[in-house]
């Protein structure tokens, strides 16, 4: 099975990861190209609704620079996008955690806000979207993202488990669990 | 609408969607969607679920410009990640483990020893290997101290007793 995000007969991840080491800017270039989008999605899905689109950047950034900084740690036991989805969710919780410990009002600057705002005018565009956007924002944090990881993402339950430091079996009722809530949902 | 029982194809859906399966598993999905209701609503709505998820644009370029160098891991920091070197130190761990294990086991049971000793047993109070090898003067001074021991335990015996026997006979 190709990696994720991986087309025809584009280079592997592992093959882009040894060329940067060797001093290829290129392969760095093109595995930012390959994950990044997903990485910003995977942010969208599971904490837009506290995210403006500078801060998924942000958080993007963050996670491709903490990866790269530390890739001889990559082991290659996962695939390197759920080797990224693993760092960018370590990262999203402890911004959370910071977030808990500073006063509200700091929380959200005009600024950013607005941001939020235009972001939002654009994802809720249809009514359609904005249904399924919301049944799933009624699903617990643990089911929304193994299903966005299963259903946005292809992810196997192997990938998701290790992504989000569970089970293959948990993540598999997780993710049916999900698809059931969000099928009440979108019938009621 | 109910759902498929056939678990095992419903877990193939979304693969069905990003194509990451195997070519013969893909196929049989197909074919199972196009004959199966229920599936086939399954995978609309994955869909319909991934379509309306958001999907903000990043600045790759931005991203690219500020990732670090790559720097080659010193020569001590490639050693410790040999996974040789991992084995070589987890086995001098376990093996000092036990060699500890080991000595404090030794020790406990020295002290064991030592704490038990000191309870004399009846064949310790032997003078000799026979008392034909003791002379008339010496089996005189034997008789003496134990005719004194006895007369001891006696005593004892009557401090303690008496006082009993004495106030249960007022």
Same mark, same amino acid.
């Given at each position: 099975?190709?990696?994720?995000?991986?087309h025809?007969d584009?280079?592997?991840?592992?093959?882009?990861?040894?060329?940067?080491?060797a001093?290829?800017?290129?392969?760095a270039?093109?595995?930012?190209?390959?994950?990044? =989008?997903?990485? #910003?999605?995977f942010?969208a899905?599971n904490w837009? #609704?506290?995210?403006?689109?500078?801060?998924?950047?942000?958080?993007?950034?963050d996670?491709?620079?903490?990866a790269?900084?530390?890739l001889?740690?990559?082991?290659?036991?996962?695939?390197f996008?759920?080797?990224?989805i693993s760092?960018?969710?370590r990262?999203?919780l402890?911004?959370r955690?910071?977030e808990?410990r500073r006063?509200?009002?700091?929380e959200?600057?005009?600024?950013?806000a607005?941001?939020e705002f235009?972001? $939002?005018?654009? $994802?809720?565009?249809?009514?359609?979207?904005?249904r399924v956007r =919301?049944?799933?924002?009624?699903?617990?944090?643990?089911q929304?993202?193994?299903f966005? $990881?299963?259903? *946005?993402?292809?992810?196997?339950?192997?990938?998701? #488990?290790?992504?989000?430091?569970?089970?293959?079996?948990a993540?598999?009722?997780?993710?049916? *669990?999900?698809?059931?809530?969000?099928?009440?949902?979108?019938?009621a | 609408?109910?759902?498929?029982?056939?678990a095992a194809?419903?877990?193939?859906l979304?693969?069905?969607?990003h194509?990451?399966a195997t070519?013969?598993?893909?196929? %049989?999905a197909r +074919?199972?969607?196009?004959?199966?209701e229920?599936?086939?609503?399954?995978?609309? !709505?994955?869909?319909?679920?991934r379509?309306?998820?958001?999907?903000?644009?990043?600045?790759?370029?931005?991203?690219?410009a500020?990732?670090?160098?790559y720097?080659?891991?010193?020569?001590? +920091?490639r050693?410790?990640?040999?996974?040789?070197?991992?084995?070589?130190?987890?086995?001098l761990?376990v093996a000092g483990?036990?060699a500890?294990g080991?000595d404090?086991?030794?020790r406990i049971?020295g002290? +064991?020893?030592?704490?038990l000793?000191?309870t004399?047993?009846?064949?310790? !109070?032997?003078i000799?290997e026979? !008392?034909s090898?003791?002379s008339?003067s010496?089996?005189?001074? !034997?008789?003496?101290?134990?005719? %004194?021991?006895e007369a001891? +335990?006696s005593?004892?015996t009557?401090?303690?007793?008496?006082?009993?026997v004495?106030?249960?006979?007022?």
């Amino acid at each position: 099975m190709s990696d994720p995000g991986q087309h025809g007969d584009e280079p592997s991840d592992p093959e882009l990861i040894s060329r940067w080491k060797a001093g290829d800017q290129r392969a760095a270039a093109a595995l930012v190209g390959r994950h990044a =989008d997903a990485l #910003a999605r995977f942010a969208a899905s599971n904490w837009g #609704a506290g995210l403006s689109h500078a801060d998924i950047e942000e958080l993007v950034q963050d996670t491709f620079v903490r990866a790269f900084g530390s890739l001889d740690g990559f082991r290659g036991e996962s695939s390197f996008r759920t080797w990224l989805i693993s760092i960018e969710r370590r990262l999203m919780l402890d911004r959370r955690r910071a977030e808990r410990r500073r006063p509200r009002e700091s929380e959200i600057t005009d600024d950013a806000a607005a941001t939020e705002f235009d972001a $939002l005018d654009d $994802l809720l565009a249809r009514e359609a979207a904005a249904r399924v956007r =919301d049944a799933m924002s009624q699903l617990t944090p643990t089911q929304r993202e193994v299903f966005v $990881l299963r259903v *946005n993402e292809g992810l196997s339950y192997r990938e998701i #488990a290790q992504a989000v430091d569970t089970t293959e079996g948990a993540a598999r009722v997780h993710y049916h *669990n999900a698809m059931r809530a969000i099928k009440e949902l979108l019938d009621a | 609408m109910r759902d498929c029982p056939n678990a095992a194809m419903r877990d193939r859906l979304p693969d069905l969607l990003h194509g990451r399966a195997t070519d013969p598993a893909l196929a %049989e999905a197909r +074919t199972h969607v196009a004959r199966c209701e229920a599936c086939a609503r399954e995978l609309a !709505l994955l869909r319909d679920v991934r379509a309306a998820s958001p999907s903000p644009g990043v600045n790759a370029a931005r991203i690219v410009a500020a990732l670090p160098a790559y720097r080659r891991p010193s020569r001590w +920091t490639r050693i410790s990640r040999s996974p040789q070197l991992r084995v070589a130190a987890a086995v001098l761990v376990v093996a000092g483990g036990i060699a500890i294990g080991y000595d404090r086991d030794d020790r406990i049971a020295g002290d +064991t020893v030592v704490a038990l000793a000191p309870t004399p047993r009846p064949e310790e !109070l032997a003078i000799g290997e026979n !008392l034909s090898d003791l002379s008339d003067s010496d089996l005189r001074g !034997l008789a003496r101290e134990i005719a %004194e021991i006895e007369a001891v +335990t006696s005593a004892e015996t009557d401090v303690v007793d008496v006082p009993s026997v004495g106030q249960g006979g007022a």
